[in-house]
């Protein structure tokens, strides 16, 4: 349909696309008919997904028109002076549905800009809810930003009024108006509700994240209930839960619904968020979000100073962000001449070393237990760290900076690097003795032997295990052996034992077994340790002596006459 440029701005159903003039009859038919009815949206609880109560919207029933919105009237009901009744016929309504509406349960009331240079409004809304039977204590005003341009000495008057009836207020449609801050400061509010522009848009765009991520940061500092608009996912519900909000209300949670949807909605299973696939990070964040941000700032600031090693956070462009005294302590550089400043100056002479950690981490790569030696500089010697890197990622998923875990293990290393040399010299006593070095049990099972072991037989240690080592033990001398490890001496005194043992040479050696008893608590032997030795030119050299005794003693000097 053509525009015509000269007639009054029409009145637009959007849903029809209709032109319809509204006339001053028009509306105070509508007013005594009825048409004005009030719609309900609820508010829930972001973490539980609980119905906390419902903002009223009025919706104009048009006999002709069908619905409309409150856009295309709220603005002449302000232009032509009808906008205080048509407030109190909508909330008169919506009091009549008020059976319906448990407590706790809440009910907001918009308030046009106008009305706030009314004095007698707070005295027409306590009339209605005495009418309708409903506690003040319930009723929350709802105030948009810009209503509070220009005469804010009146509004700040209305507002205290109404608080002191024992309503509450909100504030409408945050951060969209001039001098909230302001506000937010001089009127009693117990309620802001981010704007839906900022919620539509914070899965997509990082500067409205930070707007209402700061909103929610401010209402929380400021003891304030925080309402987010315009919730449409599940993606956005979450990020607003993560953020900390307290409330929230949109198509997610419910449309703007007559009367007779309530029971519907408020029996509704919650819409609980956050407990789906990949969130349960969020879920367990969203516990400790109850907390205040000044109280979760203490509470980290406590967890940095406490922890037994060197932290901080690091931001994109490299700069310290936070950290703790360990970590300052370690740079030989005070806390406050970290804060702000980037690792490049604060320790130049370091910084070519940790640059590709922290660039790396800042891709998103999680770096852990990696070791590092920080050479001497000046009177400090050489160290060794023990570095983490961990990218920081906020709710959208970007890396924003990276937390960085320092441990100094210089100490650690220096005593790691003794043991291996004592192990070093133990074992290379062990191995370059001439000697078989072992270890047994009473029952005569070897558990090791010393590689001299190997050379001599040809076979390997693991042979030698349990029982093995006597296979190659001559077949008389193995009970000899079992007997004299499986005795019980009350000394620690050691057994001795000759045997013969075939080499790998194929011939029988004598050895000489020599084992010292190690004992448990009860005193009974738990392992021998010894050694073998080669005693073979001993024996020789013995058995040639008797052979050579023997031989005189039977000889012909020594024959009776
Ligand atoms: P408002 O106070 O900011 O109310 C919220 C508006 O956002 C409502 O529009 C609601 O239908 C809409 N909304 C709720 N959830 C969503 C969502 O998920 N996505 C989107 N895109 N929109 C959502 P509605 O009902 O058209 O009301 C528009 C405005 O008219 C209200 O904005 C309020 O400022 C004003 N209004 C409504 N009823 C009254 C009233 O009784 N008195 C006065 N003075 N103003 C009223
Ligand atoms: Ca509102
Ligand atoms: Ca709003």
Same mark, same amino acid.
Request: hydrophobic share 40%; net charge negative.
């Given at each position: 349909?053509?525009?015509?440029?000269?007639?009054?701005?029409?009145?637009?159903?959007?849903?029809?696309?209709?032109?319809?003039?509204?006339?001053?009859?028009?509306?105070?038919?509508?007013?005594?008919?009825?048409?004005?009815?009030?719609?309900?949206?609820?508010?829930?609880?972001?973490?539980?997904? %609980?119905?906390?109560?419902?903002?009223?919207?009025?919706?104009?029933?048009?006999?002709?028109?069908?619905?409309?919105?409150?856009? $295309?009237?709220?603005?002449?009901?302000?232009?032509?002076?009808?906008?205080?009744?048509?407030?109190?016929?909508?909330?008169?309504?919506?009091?009549?549905?008020?059976?319906?509406? +448990?407590?706790?349960?809440?009910?907001?009331?918009?308030?046009?800009?106008?009305?706030?240079?009314?004095?007698?409004?707070?005295?027409?809304?306590?009339?209605?809810?005495?009418?309708?039977?409903?506690?003040?204590?319930?009723?929350?005003?709802?105030?948009?930003?810009?209503?509070?341009?220009?005469?804010?000495?009146?509004?700040?008057?209305?507002?205290?009024?109404?608080?002191?009836?024992?309503?509450?207020?909100?504030?409408?449609?945050?951060?969209?108006?001039?001098? *909230?801050?302001?506000?937010?400061?001089?009127?009693?509010?117990?309620?802001?509700?981010?704007?839906?522009?900022?919620?539509?848009?914070?899965?997509?765009?990082?500067?409205?994240?930070?707007?209402?991520?700061?909103?929610?940061?401010?209402? %929380?500092?400021?003891?304030?209930?925080?309402?987010?608009?315009?919730?449409?996912?599940?993606?956005?519900? &979450?990020? #607003?839960?993560?953020?900390?909000?307290?409330?929230?209300?949109?198509?997610?949670?419910?449309?703007?619904?007559?009367?007779?949807?309530?029971?519907?909605?408020?029996?509704?299973?919650?819409? !609980?968020?956050?407990?789906?696939?990949?969130?349960?990070?969020?879920?367990?964040?969203?516990?400790?979000?109850?907390?205040?941000?000044?109280?979760?700032?203490?509470?980290?600031?406590?967890?940095?100073?406490?922890?037994?090693?060197?932290?901080?956070?690091?931001?994109?462009?490299?700069?310290?962000?936070?950290?703790?005294?360990?970590?300052?302590?370690?740079?030989?550089?005070?806390?406050?001449?970290?804060?702000?400043? +980037?690792?490049?100056?604060?320790?130049?002479? #370091?910084?070519?070393?940790?640059?590709?950690?922290?660039?790396?981490?800042?891709?998103?790569?999680?770096?852990?237990?990696?070791?590092?030696?920080?050479?001497?500089?000046?009177?400090?010697? &050489?160290?060794?760290?023990?570095?983490?890197?961990?990218?920081?990622? $906020?709710?959208?998923?970007?890396?924003?900076?990276? *937390?960085?875990?320092?441990?100094?293990?210089?100490?650690?290393?220096?005593?790691?690097?003794?043991?291996? %040399?004592?192990?070093?010299?133990?074992?290379?006593?062990?191995?370059?003795?001439? %000697?078989?070095?072992?270890?047994?049990?009473?029952?005569?099972?070897?558990?090791?032997?010393? *590689?001299?072991?190997? !050379?001599?037989?040809?076979?390997?240690?693991?042979?030698?295990?349990?029982?093995?080592?006597?296979?190659?033990?001559?077949?008389? $001398?193995?009970?000899?052996?079992?007997?004299?490890?499986?005795?019980?001496?009350?000394?620690?005194? +050691?057994?001795?034992?000759?045997?013969?043992?075939?080499?790998?040479?194929?011939?029988?050696?004598?050895?000489?077994?020599?084992?010292?008893?190690?004992?448990?608590? $009860?005193?009974?032997?738990?392992?021998?340790?010894?050694?073998?030795?080669?005693?073979?030119?001993?024996?020789?050299? &013995?058995?040639?002596?008797?052979?050579?005794?023997?031989?005189?003693?039977?000889?012909?000097?020594?024959?009776? *006459?």
């Amino acid at each position: 349909m053509p525009k015509d440029p000269d007639s009054p701005e029409p009145h637009t159903n959007p849903a029809s696309n209709e032109r319809a003039p509204i006339s001053p009859a028009d509306v105070k038919r509508a007013l005594e008919a009825g048409e004005f009815v009030p719609y309900f949206q609820p508010l829930v609880k972001l973490r539980t997904g %609980q119905v906390a109560g419902f903002e009223i919207l009025a919706r104009w029933q048009h006999p002709t028109l069908g619905l409309i919105m409150p856009n $295309d009237f709220i603005p002449l009901a302000e232009r032509d002076g009808w906008i205080g009744a048509l407030t109190t016929e909508i909330l008169l309504r919506a009091l009549a549905c008020a059976h319906m509406i +448990p407590a706790p349960l809440t009910l907001a009331l918009n308030v046009s800009a106008l009305q706030l240079r009314d004095p007698d409004l707070p005295q027409q809304i306590l009339a209605v809810l005495t009418a309708g039977r409903f506690s003040a204590e319930r009723l929350v005003i709802e105030i948009t930003e810009s209503a509070l341009v220009g005469n804010v000495d009146h509004a700040r008057a209305i507002a205290r009024r109404f608080k002191a009836m024992g309503c509450r207020l909100a504030l409408d449609d945050f951060g969209t108006g001039y001098s *909230s801050l302001r506000h937010l400061q001089s009127m009693p509010f117990d309620k802001i509700k981010v704007d839906r522009t900022f919620v539509a848009s914070m899965t997509r765009r990082r500067d409205s994240r930070k707007i209402a991520a700061t909103v929610v940061g401010l209402g %929380q500092s400021l003891d304030l209930i925080t309402v987010a608009e315009g919730i449409e996912t599940t993606e956005q519900a &979450e990020m #607003l839960l993560w953020l900390g909000c307290d409330l929230g209300q949109g198509y997610l949670y419910g449309l703007p619904s007559p009367p007779e949807e309530l029971p519907n909605i408020i029996a509704a299973p919650p819409i !609980r968020i956050g407990t789906g696939e990949n969130t349960s990070w969020k879920t367990a964040v969203s516990s400790y979000l109850d907390t205040q941000p000044a109280q979760r700032l203490a509470h980290l600031q406590a967890v940095y100073d406490g922890a037994p090693v060197g932290l901080a956070f690091i931001d994109r462009n490299l700069r310290y962000v936070n950290l703790n005294r360990r970590l300052a302590d370690m740079n030989s550089i005070s806390v406050e001449n970290h804060i702000g400043r +980037p690792v490049a100056e604060v320790i130049p002479a #370091l910084f070519p070393l940790f640059e590709p950690l922290l660039l790396r981490a800042l891709e998103g790569e999680v770096i852990t237990g990696l070791e590092m030696k920080i050479p001497a500089s000046g009177i400090k010697p &050489e160290q060794t760290r023990l570095l983490s890197y961990h990218p920081a990622i $906020d709710e959208a998923g970007e890396v924003v900076g990276v *937390s960085l875990a320092c441990v100094d293990i210089t100490d650690r290393k220096r005593v790691q690097e003794e043991l291996r %040399q004592s192990e070093e010299h133990y074992r290379n006593m062990v191995e370059f003795n001439p %000697q078989v070095l072992w270890i047994m049990n009473p029952r005569g099972e070897n558990i090791d032997m010393s *590689s001299r072991w190997e !050379r001599i037989t040809g076979l390997t240690k693991e042979y030698a295990l349990g029982h093995g080592w006597l296979e190659i033990v001559h077949p008389s $001398d193995t009970q000899p052996i079992l007997d004299a490890l499986a005795s019980q001496p009350h000394n620690a005194a +050691p057994v001795l034992v000759d045997f013969r043992l075939r080499h790998n040479d194929g011939h029988w050696h004598w050895m000489r077994l020599r084992g010292v008893p190690h004992f448990n608590r $009860d005193g009974k032997i738990v392992h021998w340790y010894g050694s073998i030795g080669d005693i073979n030119d001993l024996k020789l050299t &013995e058995e040639a002596l008797r052979a050579d005794a023997r031989a005189h003693s039977t000889g012909p000097g020594n024959l009776p *006459s």
